[in-house]
């Protein structure tokens, strides 16, 4: 076996395939398909300060090649994911990456801080691009400036690692990645998805009680792959590809493309496994032509 290890700024990860957030629960519910703690990390569905109910349905439909989803965030609260979930994830050894989620500054601060008080929590992924709520998600991923304002107050709450998530919807991805960076995130993650819409043609309405929803799978795939390379280009910071992932081969062109670790979304819907396979990939693929998974990052590049 090569070394599958990857390091994401101070934080070294096992392996570099993570799940992806929204798409793996908070990882305890696949603990009966496959063993969590092998994975490089989960990042947890996203948390806020109070727990919430998201969207009315319908939330998710199929699309050609993808799915859209408007859920609206629904999740336990920070409180009860530290008092009911982190406990056993931390015993388990799993590789945790709090996913958080705000409609304010203050809001995004106190969750920050009091994930910064719990052990096993590796590092914190802020979700600044979310395009199904009304208030704080996608708004501060857009632009630059809040962008570096919700990326700085957060950096003072917390010690633990700062991975900041990227909208594909930012006019300008380059200067918002930047800002975060120069705002003291320590790793990026590319990208969230993209709202789209269906309309459903026997009830002539849109499909999804939101309207619109994001759109992620293989469909998003070459949008994602394009934006990290820009990205791993731009920045000096570690970044985390992530889109449309199903595949070994899907994993490797984000590696390729200079992204240090991959998160699997969407494909887990369809085979819970889907992480666990394509990190086991990835390890055959290294043993094949004699190389370490870092050996890899960027090699696409030239
Ligand atoms: C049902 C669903 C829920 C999601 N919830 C979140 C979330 O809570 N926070 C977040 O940052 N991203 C969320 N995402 C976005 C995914 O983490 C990922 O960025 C996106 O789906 C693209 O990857 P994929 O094509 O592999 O699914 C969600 C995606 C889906 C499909």
């Given at each position: 076996?090569?070394?599958?290890q990857?390091?994401i700024g101070?934080?070294?990860l ?6 992806a957030s ?20 989960i ?12 969207n009315?349905?319908e ?7 993808g799915?859209l ?7 336990v609260?920070?409180?009860?994911f530290?008092r009911?979930k ?20 203050d809001d995004?601060v106190?969750?920050a801080?009091?994930?910064n008080?719990?052990t ?28 570096a ?11 633990l ?6 909208s ?7 200067a918002?990645?930047?800002a975060c ?23 002539l ?6 309207r ?52 699997v ?7 819970p ?12 693929f290294?043993?094949?032509?004699s ?6 990052i960027g090699?696409?590049?030239?």
């Amino acid at each position: 076996m090569t070394d599958q290890q990857v390091s994401i700024g101070t934080l070294t990860l096992k392996n570099p395939v993570l799940t992806a957030s929204g798409c793996f629960g908070y990882g305890l519910e696949f603990a009966d398909f496959i063993d969590i703690a092998a994975l490089g990390g989960i990042c947890t569905k996203g948390l806020s300060l109070e727990p919430r109910a998201g969207n009315p349905p319908e939330r998710i439909c199929e699309t050609p090649a993808g799915m859209l989803n408007a859920i609206g965030l629904a999740n336990v609260g920070v409180d009860a994911f530290c008092r009911d979930k982190l406990p056993r994830l931390r015993s388990a050894g799993v590789t945790v990456i709090a996913n958080i989620f705000a409609s304010s500054i203050d809001d995004f601060v106190a969750i920050a801080d009091k994930l910064n008080q719990e052990t096993g929590v590796h590092a914190i992924e802020l979700n600044i691009s979310c395009p199904n709520v009304r208030h704080g998600g996608i708004e501060f991923g857009r632009d630059p400036a809040m962008a570096a304002q919700v990326t700085s107050a957060v950096r003072s709450a917390t010690r633990l690692p700062l991975w900041v998530k990227m909208s594909p919807e930012a006019g300008d991805l380059v200067a918002v990645a930047r800002a975060c960076e120069s705002s003291g995130a320590d790793a990026l993650t590319a990208i969230n998805t993209i709202r789209g819409m269906v309309i459903d043609v026997q009830n002539l309405r849109p499909k999804l009680a939101n309207r619109t929803g994001g759109l992620s799978g293989p469909a998003l795939r070459p949008i994602a792959v394009r934006m990290v390379w820009d990205l791993v280009g731009a920045v000096g910071i570690p970044v985390v590809g992530i889109g449309g992932i199903a595949t070994t081969r899907d994993a490797l062109e984000f590696l390729l493309a200079g992204a240090s670790a991959v998160q699997v979304g969407t494909a887990s819907f369809r085979d819970p496994t889907a992480a666990q396979r394509i990190a086991a990939g990835i390890a055959d693929f290294c043993r094949r032509h004699s190389i370490s998974a870092r050996d890899i990052i960027g090699r696409a590049r030239g």
